[in-house]
């Protein structure tokens, strides 16, 4: 059963950066279709910020983050890392990774409801 803890959140001044990682345990992450990282704010809906596809490597960002954070992966360590660059007050949230079993048509990458696997989320603060 597949198990995923966050970290690396933390308190960041703006234009800060801060690695978020994705640890999973009790499978294999490459064996799901895609990983993808949410966030939500208080009082905010829970938006999908960036996706991998284990497959072939796709990458998908939100635009608001686009140019600024990074999805990667490390097979040996069985992680999902996400940099996060130039950070804005905005970008403060609760940072969830997730797992998507398999492809659902219809849907995009940022559609929560097709992962079936979720951490427990780490904080990232932005502010002065």
């Known amino acids: 059963q597949l198990q995923l803890v966050e970290s690396g959140g933390g308190l960041v001044q703006p234009g800060g950066s801060l690695r978020l990682s994705c640890a999973a345990s009790?499978?294999?992450?490459?064996?799901?279709?895609?990983i993808g990282w949410f966030r939500q704010a208080p009082g905010k809906e829970r938006e999908g910020v960036s996706c991998?596809?284990?497959?072939?490597?796709?990458?998908y960002y939100a635009d608001s983050v686009k140019g600024r954070f990074t999805i990667s992966r490390d097979d040996a360590k069985n992680t999902v890392y996400l940099q996060i660059n130039s950070l804005k007050p905005e970008d403060t949230a609760v940072y969830y990774c997730?797992?998507?079993?398999?492809?659902?048509?219809?849907?995009?990458?940022?559609?929560?409801?097709?992962?079936?696997?979720w951490g427990q989320g780490t904080q990232v603060t932005v502010s002065s």
């Open positions: 991998i596809v284990s497959s072939d490597g796709s990458t």
């Open positions: 009790g499978s294999t992450l490459k064996y799901y279709y895609a």
């Open positions: 997730a797992a998507d079993i398999t492809p659902h048509s219809g849907s995009s990458w940022s559609d929560d409801w097709m992962y079936e696997y």
